[in-house]
């Protein structure tokens, strides 16, 4: 395959990758390939589920390729090869030049809430699409204020999903605003439900919280750029919200999370799942949004006091 007019090249299962490997051992945004200012390419591991390798070494820093490297991702083999010598570095262009080389993305640690509305599908089947689409319209704007209010950033809006992430930091302190905000997201869609017309239901929500690594910064084409987070912690989120009602928990952590609020007077109920792209279970950690609440009213008060 010959890459070239872009500066970046994204790997991956999906298909708005550039080069598709369309394999249950490749995640769904595996890796990226990210020309400097001479044009040498260099890999980046998007914090795959099972890793990228050069020349049978695991990277997990941007890596400059050469010629005759042999790129593996799990049974996949390329080996890499550039004809075209690298060309002089460009002078900078405009501030509003939208074709700018994308920045590096880095590996941050990041904790990761994945909130979604329960039911949802249902919910449109029965009401119908415009009433929806005036639900999710005055939804998306409060839920982003919820979110900036508890120190959070948001992501992305997928339909009745939210994904937001604290970065670095105080670990134990993002997992509770992270604790918080999935507590005012629900008690907000409660009382949404209730209020619009033609719904006229209390709508819950389910939420995930997970904490680790993952790679931060401007993802996508060179003239489609996105502040997001990508990496194994993110893909874990989404696969454990998913999980909230069939474990009849509001809320599930992830280990990395759940070892900052182990202990206290939180009630957790532990689980192993095996999700989809894992080779072995992993730990979650549930708990009831009135439990949270009780949690976080004593934590206000100790503070307080």
Not at 87 to 107: F, G, I, L, Q
Not at 197 to 216: D, K, P, S, Y
């Given at each position: 395959m010959t890459l070239d007019g872009k500066t970046t090249f994204h790997i991956g299962r999906s298909e708005e990758n550039d080069i598709i490997l369309p394999f249950n051992w490749v995640s769904r945004q595996h890796a990226m390939l990210q020309a400097?200012?001479?044009g040498r390419l260099n890999l980046i591991d998007l914090g795959s589920t099972n890793g990228t390798f050069v020349n049978d070494r695991r990277i997990t820093t941007p890596t400059l390729l050469h010629s005759g490297n042999r790129l593996a991702i799990g049974r996949t083999i390329m080996v890499f090869h550039q004809e075209t010598p690298a060309r002089k570095a460009r002078p900078e262009r405009e501030e509003n030049d939208t074709d700018r080389t994308v920045s590096y993305a880095r590996k941050k640690l990041v904790t990761v809430l994945v909130s979604d509305i329960h039911g949802f599908t249902r919910l449109a089947e029965s009401v119908g699409d415009r009433r929806v689409s005036k639900l999710l319209q005055a939804w998306s704007p409060r839920v982003s204020a919820?979110?900036?209010t508890h120190d959070g950033m948001v992501d992305k809006f997928l339909g009745d999903a939210v994904m937001a992430v604290w970065i670095g930091g105080d670990v134990a302190g993002n997992v509770r605003q992270a604790l918080?905000?999935?507590?005012?997201?629900?008690?907000?869609?409660?009382?949404?439900g209730m209020k619009m017309t033609g719904i006229g239901q209390r709508l819950t929500t389910g939420g995930?919280?997970?904490?680790?690594?993952?790679?931060?910064?401007?993802?996508?084409?060179?003239?489609r750029r996105d502040f997001t987070a990508i990496g194994d912690v993110v893909n874990v989120a989404f696969r454990l919200e998913g999980l909230?009602?069939?474990?009849?928990?509001?809320?599930?952590?992830?280990?990395?999370?759940a070892l900052h609020v182990q202990g206290e007077d939180l009630p957790l109920r532990h689980s192993r799942h095996l999700l989809k792209g894992?080779?072995?279970e992993i730990a979650?950690?549930?708990?009831?949004?009135k439990d949270l609440a009780k949690w976080l009213d004593a934590e206000t008060v100790q503070r307080s006091g």
């Amino acid at each position: 395959m010959t890459l070239d007019g872009k500066t970046t090249f994204h790997i991956g299962r999906s298909e708005e990758n550039d080069i598709i490997l369309p394999f249950n051992w490749v995640s769904r945004q595996h890796a990226m390939l990210q020309a400097d200012k001479s044009g040498r390419l260099n890999l980046i591991d998007l914090g795959s589920t099972n890793g990228t390798f050069v020349n049978d070494r695991r990277i997990t820093t941007p890596t400059l390729l050469h010629s005759g490297n042999r790129l593996a991702i799990g049974r996949t083999i390329m080996v890499f090869h550039q004809e075209t010598p690298a060309r002089k570095a460009r002078p900078e262009r405009e501030e509003n030049d939208t074709d700018r080389t994308v920045s590096y993305a880095r590996k941050k640690l990041v904790t990761v809430l994945v909130s979604d509305i329960h039911g949802f599908t249902r919910l449109a089947e029965s009401v119908g699409d415009r009433r929806v689409s005036k639900l999710l319209q005055a939804w998306s704007p409060r839920v982003s204020a919820i979110v900036r209010t508890h120190d959070g950033m948001v992501d992305k809006f997928l339909g009745d999903a939210v994904m937001a992430v604290w970065i670095g930091g105080d670990v134990a302190g993002n997992v509770r605003q992270a604790l918080a905000t999935a507590l005012a997201i629900d008690r907000f869609t409660n009382e949404l439900g209730m209020k619009m017309t033609g719904i006229g239901q209390r709508l819950t929500t389910g939420g995930a919280i997970n904490t680790g690594e993952a790679f931060v910064g401007n993802m996508g084409s060179d003239s489609r750029r996105d502040f997001t987070a990508i990496g194994d912690v993110v893909n874990v989120a989404f696969r454990l919200e998913g999980l909230t009602a069939l474990t009849g928990m509001d809320v599930l952590l992830g280990e990395g999370s759940a070892l900052h609020v182990q202990g206290e007077d939180l009630p957790l109920r532990h689980s192993r799942h095996l999700l989809k792209g894992k080779e072995d279970e992993i730990a979650a950690y549930g708990c009831r949004f009135k439990d949270l609440a009780k949690w976080l009213d004593a934590e206000t008060v100790q503070r307080s006091g």
